[in-house]
């Protein structure tokens, strides 16, 4: 049953994962809104580990809202079930406002909404798919070589802006009108993997090629870019899973909530390009 308390400007806000794509976007956006941040993460000074349950209750602790976000993705295995204990805990803590990162089209992240929704919390969820930051933030070695890798043929998909979703976030965190909302974002159109290429071609006026591959070969490939191997299957895995085609529509839940348009793959490629994201290093002079 929903309290539906308002969670005022300045109140504090746990952000999970708070160094990745979305959680400092995030961050950055309430501390402008004259909020408090708790950032937390394994390695920040809030100490936040999904796989130690010991370090959720002091993260809590004198916070009024929390922005969720699991790693290394909803989709694995038992995700739900600790993501379960956590909105136990937070409300064992005092804390009802909980605003969940979800994602599009997988069964494990569906079945952590669930867990959310039938919970006595203030819940928002936002169900995102591919990020366009990936390219840049994520992955920016291939691109940067010219190439785009990925573990599917010449998929489509509206791929979504970060900034975007840090802003629904944001107005989910801060307006109580969105308590018991699902938010399904999207960009404003379907891309192929190819017309991606052909986009960031023109942003770092470079050739970009899309290559296709097995989820085998990328696990190896971005296993070797640093990823432990686990982790390095899981992520292919969910990319194959987020580009088979299940998520090939575009919804308005962008506009919905901010009153405007998804920001589009060729404005976040320029975007990019012009701050140096996909810059080749300068040769060293000796």
Same mark, same amino acid.
């Given at each position: 049953?929903?309290?539906?308390?308002?969670?005022?400007?300045? #109140?504090?806000?746990?952000?999970? +994962?708070?160094?990745?794509?979305? +959680?400092?976007?995030?961050? =950055?956006?309430?501390?402008? !809104?004259?909020?408090?941040?708790?950032?937390?993460?394994?390695?920040?000074?809030?100490?936040?580990?999904?796989?130690?349950?010991?370090?959720?209750?002091?993260?809590?602790?004198?916070?009024?809202?929390?922005?969720?976000?699991?790693?290394?993705?909803? %989709?694995?295995? +038992?995700?739900?079930?600790?993501?379960?204990?956590?909105?136990?805990?937070?409300?064992?803590?005092?804390?009802?406002?909980?605003?969940?990162?979800?994602?599009? @089209?997988?069964?494990? !992240?569906?079945?952590?909404?669930?867990?959310?929704?039938?919970?006595?919390?203030?819940?928002?969820?936002?169900?995102?798919?591919?990020?366009?930051?990936?390219?840049?933030?994520?992955?920016?070695?291939?691109?940067?070589?010219?190439?785009?890798?990925?573990?599917?043929?010449? !998929?489509?998909?509206?791929?979504?802006? #970060?900034? =975007?979703?840090?802003?629904?976030?944001? %107005?989910?965190?801060?307006? =109580?009108?969105?308590? /018991?909302?699902? &938010?399904?974002?999207? /960009?404003?159109?379907?891309?192929?993997?190819?017309?991606?290429?052909?986009?960031?071609?023109?942003?770092?006026?470079?050739?970009?090629?899309?290559?296709?591959?097995?989820?085998?070969? &990328?696990?190896?490939?971005?296993?070797?870019?640093?990823?432990? +191997?686990?982790?390095?299957?899981?992520?292919?895995?969910?990319?194959?899973?987020?580009?088979? /085609?299940?998520?090939?529509?575009?919804? @308005?839940?962008?506009?919905?909530?901010?009153?405007?348009?998804?920001?589009?793959? #060729?404005? &976040?490629?320029?975007?990019?390009?012009?701050?140096?994201?996909?810059?080749?290093?300068? #040769?060293?002079?000796?």
């Amino acid at each position: 049953m929903q309290k539906n308390t308002p969670v005022p400007s300045t #109140a504090t806000t746990l952000v999970i +994962g708070a160094t990745g794509k979305t +959680g400092r976007r995030v961050a =950055d956006r309430l501390r402008a !809104a004259g909020g408090s941040v708790k950032a937390a993460s394994r390695s920040s000074e809030v100490h936040f580990d999904w796989e130690d349950p010991s370090s959720w209750a002091p993260a809590l602790q004198d916070v009024d809202a929390a922005y969720v976000t699991y790693f290394p993705d909803l %989709a694995i295995p +038992g995700a739900d079930e600790t993501v379960g204990e956590f909105i136990d805990t937070a409300l064992a803590n005092k804390v009802n406002r909980l605003v969940l990162l979800s994602g599009r @089209g997988e069964e494990g !992240a569906r079945r952590a909404e669930i867990r959310l929704q039938e919970s006595d919390a203030d819940w928002t969820v936002v169900r995102c798919g591919f990020f366009s930051q990936n390219f840049s933030e994520t992955f920016p070695d291939p691109v940067r070589h010219g190439v785009l890798p990925l573990p599917t043929g010449d !998929a489509v998909d509206p791929f979504l802006d #970060a900034d =975007d979703i840090a802003d629904v976030v944001v %107005a989910a965190l801060l307006d =109580d009108s969105h308590i /018991g909302q699902l &938010y399904e974002l999207t /960009g404003p159109r379907l891309l192929t993997l190819s017309e991606v290429a052909t986009t960031l071609t023109e942003a770092i006026g470079r050739q970009v090629t899309f290559v296709p591959m097995s989820k085998e070969a &990328y696990a190896a490939d971005i296993s070797e870019q640093g990823f432990p +191997g686990e982790v390095a299957t899981h992520i292919a895995d969910v990319i194959a899973l987020a580009l088979d /085609g299940r998520n090939a529509f575009v919804t @308005g839940d962008v506009e919905k909530v901010l009153g405007r348009p998804p920001r589009d793959f #060729a404005d &976040y490629a320029r975007s990019a390009a012009a701050a140096g994201a996909w810059d080749l290093p300068v #040769a060293s002079v000796i």
